[in-house]
């Protein structure tokens, strides 16, 4: 099997490597290449990007059928112990006062949490505090916990087209639930654009876990300066 053209998004040989191991189900090789590299001092979010490179090859042949279910939750299986491992260096920073707080979920109808998890990891390291509803997650549940932690920011990932007419009912809650002053929506997950970020009423909208966080943070300044 060939990890193909083009996609990778770290450089050269290791990327390679490690993407192949990914599309070998190679579970004990892709931990092997990812700890080499953190050791070398790679920083983590790189590893990440590869495996994420993978993972959208394995999505593409699963949707022209070369791939199945199986090959799919092994892939997912592999890129989880791939995030555990690099988890603890993703939160390096988090200590000192909180900078906001952020309640984050997969909307009803969709269980895909690895990248949503991802994000809540980074916020956390950024000092966010982050209540994680989870997956598949009813938008009344997302409006009351929002309201319960006083939420500043929620954030919705989806990797199911099928997620954005829900994303569109529990932003329009959120709208309308009478908060003193609603909290800014995000969205993020691999079928977003900002066409969806528009058709859903959001505020912003990325495939990039850390733009996610450097929004929220810019936000969150701008918020306590009074602009
Ligand atoms: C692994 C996987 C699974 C695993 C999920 C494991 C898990 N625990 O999450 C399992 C096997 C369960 C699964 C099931 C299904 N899947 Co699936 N899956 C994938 C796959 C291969 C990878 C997803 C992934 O983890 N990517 C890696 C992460 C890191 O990327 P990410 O989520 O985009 O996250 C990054 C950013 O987007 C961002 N981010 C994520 N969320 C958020 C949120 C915010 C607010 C912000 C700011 C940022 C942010 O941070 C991350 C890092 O930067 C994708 C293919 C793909 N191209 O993504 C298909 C894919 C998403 N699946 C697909 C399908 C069809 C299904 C099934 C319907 C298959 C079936 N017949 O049963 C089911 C649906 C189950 C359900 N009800 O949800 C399709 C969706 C097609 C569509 N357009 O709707 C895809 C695209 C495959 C394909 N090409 O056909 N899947």
């Known amino acids: 099997m060939n990890a193909g053209a083009g996609a990778h998004s770290g450089t050269g040989e290791a990327t390679a490597s490690l993407c192949q191991a990914i599309l070998d189900f190679d579970s004990d090789e892709t931990l092997r290449l990812s700890l080499a590299r953190l050791d070398a001092g790679e920083a983590p979010a790189l590893i990440i990007d590869d495996c994420r490179a993978a993972m959208k090859i394995v999505g593409d042949r699963y949707a022209t059928g070369e791939y199945f279910l199986a090959e799919l939750i ?52 950024a000092g966010f505090t982050v209540h994680n509803l989870g997956v598949d997650v009813s938008p009344e549940r997302v409006v009351t916990a929002a309201r319960a932690v006083d939420a500043e920011f929620v954030g919705f990932s989806g990797l199911l087209t099928t997620t954005f007419e829900v994303m569109k009912e529990a932003t329009g809650l959120l709208r309308g639930a009478g908060f003193g002053e609603a909290p800014r929506i995000l969205i993020g997950g ?38």
Not at 205 to 216: I, S
């Open 190 to 227: 691999g079928v977003t654009t900002s066409d969806v970020r528009d058709y859903v009423g959001a505020d912003f909208q990325t495939r990039d876990a850390m733009e996610g966080v450097a929004w929220c943070t810019q936000v969150a300044q701008r918020v306590r300066r009074g602009q």
């Open 74 to 125: 092994l892939a997912g299986e592999i890129f989880k112990r791939v995030v555990e491992l690099l988890r603890p260096r993703l939160q390096l920073a988090g200590a000192g006062d909180s900078q906001g707080t952020v309640v984050l979920a997969t909307l009803r109808g969709d269980v895909h949490y690895i990248g949503k998890d991802i994000f809540a990891t980074l916020l956390e390291a």
